[in-house]
């Protein structure tokens, strides 16, 4: 069975939810590119990243990120600051060698009972979509 859901929906989600504005996109069937416009002296730059699947091990899930602009040194910061806000979740991402990221999917409260129904077997990314390959237990 598959699961999509759409760039535009996926920006609205994050606007509505967040209130920031991020702008994803389609690179390849591995890899979507993020990107957040922050104002630096009066201008508005946007920084992107993109991010690959690498592989799905159970519920986790294994991205890996590259970038313009020292994006590497941006990402740790990034990760532990918001590990400092929401210390009961820290456990749920975990920076690996290599700017490898391990999501604990199966660790987030409201996914945990989805999991007991079905397995994750693949994401891959299309022009318009993120989708999720997933298979009933």
């Known amino acids: 069975m598959k699961l999509s859901i759409t760039y535009a929906e996926l920006q609205d989600y ?18 979507m590119s993020v990107s957040v416009p922050i104002k630096v002296l009066g201008f508005t730059k946007s920084i992107s990243i993109n991010l690959i699947v690498k ?9 890996s990120y590259d970038g313009k602009m020292g994006i590497e040194l941006l990402v740790s ?10 210390p009961e979740k820290a ?3 975990e920076q690996m060698p290599g700017n490898i990221v391990k999501l604990r999917l199966g660790d987030i409260d409201k996914l945990q009972k989805v999991f007991e129904k079905v397995a994750l077997k693949g994401i891959r990314f299309t022009p318009e979509s993120i989708e999720a390959d997933i298979a009933l237990l």
């Open 14 to 31: 994050v606007a509505g939810h967040f209130h920031k504005t991020v702008n994803v996109g389609y690179v390849d069937g591995d890899t």
């Open 91 to 93: 456990g749920f991402v």
């Open 55 to 63: 592989k799905i091990e159970g519920t986790d899930l294994f991205l």
């Open 77 to 86: 910061p990034a990760i532990s600051y918001a590990k400092k806000l929401v």
